[in-house]
């Protein structure tokens, strides 16, 4: 049973939205800080959202005033809501726990931000 399926990518113009989700393995879900990461053609994976068990929430500098980051318990989902996308928003999506511990990743979700 994979532990994280994200979904929710897609293509969008600039100064569009999008919001991503991400089923979560329940065991992994309840107790763990999870984070939204990103990986672009070349680049290096990076976090841009973490939320904790109780709700608090950070970002990273790219992406903050933009993105919001969320948790629904009952739907064992975290969700991205991305506001006013830009080109260099595109790349992969995943979700995973936030420090990330070795483990499998999901498959990610294309975010395509273009004109």
């Known amino acids: 049973q994979a532990q994280f399926v994200e979904s929710g990518g897609g293509l969008v113009q600039p100064g569009g939205s999008l919001k991503l989700s991400c089923l979560v393995a329940e065991d992994i879900f309840k107790d763990n800080t999870m984070g939204w990461y990103r990986q672009a053609p070349g680049k290096q994976r990076e976090w841009v959202a973490i939320?904790?068990?109780?709700?608090?929430?950070k970002y990273s500098d790219s992406v903050k005033g933009r993105f919001a980051i969320s948790r629904d318990a009952a739907k064992k989902t975290v969700y991205l809501q991305m506001n006013t996308l830009i080109r260099d928003d595109t790349a992969v999506y995943y979700c995973?726990?936030?420090?990330?511990?070795?483990?499998?990743w999901g498959q990610g979700t294309q975010v395509t931000v273009s004109s």
């Open positions: 939320i904790l068990p109780e709700g608090s929430t």
């Open positions: 995973n726990r936030f420090p990330w511990q070795p483990g499998p």
